[in-house]
């Protein structure tokens, strides 16, 4: 199953969620409400744990980080998994993990994909 | 030096004075500069929100016309607003680091009942208490107290709140001197009639009586006579004290402590013993404050009599920084403050006492008497 919009690209493998950025995205809180909202649609409201791809991702502006970090931006996921692959991208995980971690879900950034996964079998029932 | 790095030392220096706007532009090579320059601009967008939020909060702290005092578990103040430095006569920022019962009139540390209190109810608190000023006027306040933690600090910070009653309790107390006087007026009145009628009248039957005894020659009539004699004799001392307790005559000509030591005198309980000290000189005393101090003490010897089955009665007068005290001691029985807070005798007492804007300590315990430690702030007299 999968789902391509202007702002990523989603699919579901192994029951894990994989979201892919697309290319050169700014994130503004509008864009990030549409995330969340086509996210749950595409779920069909079952919970899952994800692998986030951001390496497309430029910037991330402060009312949509605070949105994805809130209860109703991780609504439906049981965890999250960051796939940061270069500085630009590692510095800005970080920061978001930092200034912004959400509450009530676990998130970790990882390198490399192989690794996401295998953290993320803990929360698959 | 590169022109990012120009941009990124421009931006970080007008971040330093607080100027958060203008954001730096990430370039399509996304390197590791570009890393830097995305996290300089979040970093601008996390302390401009903050900048808003602390401004915002000192805003409010700052505009509200309540005292708001932020104080330690020790009552160390740690931050206190325009409003209390303002009301209080203290320079901006001169009142933090001392000490919340520095500002308070109390006999025990009145920082210590809140912080009881609080720790009991764990949440919030409210009541009445007195602030000082630095040039030492009094303000009545409401105080209302609770928890307040600062960020993720362990230590918890306690909020202190108190708005200015002064203009409640000055109406207050008109009332309750309204009150007061009329009862006083009242009972003059009635000892007046009592003293002029009654007592004068008694005396004419008691002075018929008498004549009637010498003159008559029947013994039995005569030992009837004498006897009757007697008994208005009798009637007429127990009318003369009613008369005295409900107007002292030598309240007026000598003042409160010889007052209290004629009334001590002519007490009806012989075997009660009274020690009465004046420690220094006291001001001349308003007659309302004259009269509601005699009646407290009044009060006082005959509950610690007749309930508190006391033989030693304690009293002593002072006066000290425009300050009248009066100390009371019995060694009855004592008795529960909660139980006889609602009680007519102690009401009257707190209210005579909070007419004059003063302060009203007791203390009881079972088996080992009570006190009244009464302060009266003689400045704040009309």
Known sequence: ?125 | MDKRLKEINLRLSEYSLGKFDKRLKISPRLDETDAIINGINMLGDELKAITISRDYFNNIFNSVTDMVFIVDSKGIIADANASAEGQLKYRRGSLKGRSINELHESNISYFESILKELKEKKSFISGEGILYTRTGVRIPVKVQASYFKRNEQKKRLILLSASDITFQKQTENLVLRAIIDTQEKERHRLAKDLHDSLTQQLSAIKFYVSSTAVLTKNPREKRILLKSNEGLTRVIANMRNLCFNLMPKSLEEFGLVKAVREFCRHFVYKEVNFSIRQQNALPELSPELAIDLYRIIQEFITNAIKHGKANKVGIVFSYDKKVLKVLLSDNGKGFYIRKAGTGMGLQNVQSRVKSHNGILALQSHIGKGTTYDISIPLNMQQ
């Open chain 1, 1 to 125: 199953m999968e789902l391509e919009t202007p702002f990523f690209h989603l699919r579901i493998k192994d029951k894990i969620l994989v979201g892919t950025y697309k290319k050169n995205i700014r994130i503004n809180l509008e864009i990030a409400r549409a995330i969340v909202s086509t996210r749950i649609s595409f779920t069909g409201g079952e919970n899952f744990p994800a692998i986030i791809i951001s390496t497309g991702v430029i910037s991330i502006d402060k009312p949509a980080r605070e949105y994805l970090a809130s209860d109703e931006g991780t609504r439906g996921l049981l965890a999250s998994a960051i796939i940061v692959n270069s500085a630009f991208s590692s510095f800005l995980g970080n920061f978001f993990l930092t200034v912004n971690k959400p509450k009530k879900m676990p998130v970790k950034l990882f390198t490399n994909i192989a690794a996401a996964e295998k953290w993320l079998q803990q929360f698959i029932d």
